[in-house]
């Protein structure tokens, strides 16, 4: 049964321990858990490991456990727009693993499905492969990747019930979905807390949710401002 917490602090109550690996969604700064994000940061737990597509952007997102020395590792499948975290990697004073990134949600997926292992021929030949097993199936050579299991996963969701389904929205979906199912315990924080959500549009069963907690005025940061200047006499 899912369990509603009164805050991220309170929802992640007891879930925190040093060394721990924490598995979190979104993409740069799309669907990312920030609250959760924040709370994590709050509790001053060290020696993470963070499994993520990549680590936000500098004093914003996953930027901020960088910021205050709490992660040992990281697992991600680009550095992006954080300047601290290349300045980290490049320094020494982090372990990276870099993944492919269908690789990545594919190692998050079967971790969270009980796959321990499963081959793809990305990375086949490269870097990625280096140390890994490798078999051939059809005259065709494959690198053997390993699931992901986290200790805790942290999600944002669009829409969440009391039942702990979740429904993410649009772009903001992203790696969500598998980083909720790769968790041994799950907390999701939701902007948007229902009677029930249409068991029609659920992406993520409550049976994968541990707890939630309601997050109405959650802060939504743009990575990237595109604009373009309106031409003289265009419609509006």
Same mark, same amino acid.
């Given at each position: 049964? &899912?369990? =509603?917490?009164?805050?991220?602090?309170?929802?992640l109550? *007891?879930?925190?321990?040093?060394?721990?690996?924490?598995?979190?969604?979104?993409?740069?700064?799309?669907?990312?858990?920030?609250?959760?994000?924040?709370?994590?940061?709050?509790?001053?737990?060290?020696? #993470?490991?963070?499994?993520?597509?990549?680590?936000?952007v500098?004093?914003?997102?996953?930027?901020?456990?960088?910021?205050n020395? /709490?992660?040992?590792?990281?697992?991600?499948?680009?550095?992006?727009?954080?300047?601290?975290?290349?300045? /980290?990697y490049?320094?020494?004073?982090?372990?990276?693993e870099?993944?492919?990134?269908?690789?990545?949600?594919?190692?998050?997926?079967a971790?969270?499905?009980?796959?321990?292992?499963?081959y793809?021929?990305t990375?086949?030949?490269?870097?990625?492969?280096?140390?890994?097993?490798?078999?051939?199936?059809?005259?065709?050579t494959?690198? /053997?990747?390993?699931g992901?299991?986290?200790? #805790?996963?942290?999600?944002?969701?669009?829409?969440?019930?009391a039942?702990?389904?979740l =429904?993410?929205?649009?772009?903001?979906?992203?790696f969500?979905?598998?980083?909720?199912?790769? *968790?041994?315990? &799950?907390?999701?924080?939701?902007e948007?807390?229902?009677?029930?959500?249409?068991?029609?549009?659920?992406?993520?069963?409550?049976?994968?949710v541990?707890?939630?907690v309601?997050?109405?005025?959650?802060?939504?940061?743009?990575e /990237? =401002?595109? &604009?373009?200047?309106?031409?003289e006499?265009?419609?509006a």
């Amino acid at each position: 049964m &899912t369990m =509603r917490t009164r805050s991220a602090h309170e929802a992640l109550d *007891g879930l925190l321990t040093d060394g721990m690996t924490i598995a979190v969604g979104g993409f740069g700064l799309c669907g990312i858990p920030s609250t959760l994000i924040e709370a994590v940061r709050d509790s001053d737990v060290t020696g #993470l490991t963070v499994v993520s597509n990549n680590m936000g952007v500098d004093g914003k997102g996953l930027g901020l456990l960088l910021e205050n020395n /709490q992660v040992r590792k990281v697992v991600a499948s680009y550095v992006g727009e954080n300047k601290l975290f290349a300045k /980290q990697y490049l320094d020494g004073e982090l372990d990276v693993e870099f993944n492919p990134q269908g690789t990545l949600a594919e190692r998050l997926r079967a971790g969270g499905a009980g796959i321990p292992a499963f081959y793809t021929r990305t990375g086949v030949g490269t870097a990625v492969a280096e140390g890994k097993p490798t078999a051939v199936f059809d005259d065709v050579t494959y690198v /053997q990747e390993r699931g992901i299991v986290a200790d #805790l996963s942290l999600v944002h969701a669009h829409t969440g019930d009391a039942h702990g389904n979740l =429904r993410y929205r649009l772009a903001a979906r992203n790696f969500n979905p598998a980083v909720a199912t790769s *968790g041994r315990v &799950t907390v999701a924080e939701v902007e948007h807390l229902v009677d029930l959500v249409d068991p029609e549009l659920v992406h993520t069963p409550g049976v994968y949710v541990t707890s939630l907690v309601h997050v109405p005025e959650a802060v939504k940061h743009i990575e /990237q =401002r595109t &604009t373009r200047t309106r031409l003289e006499g265009a419609l509006a």
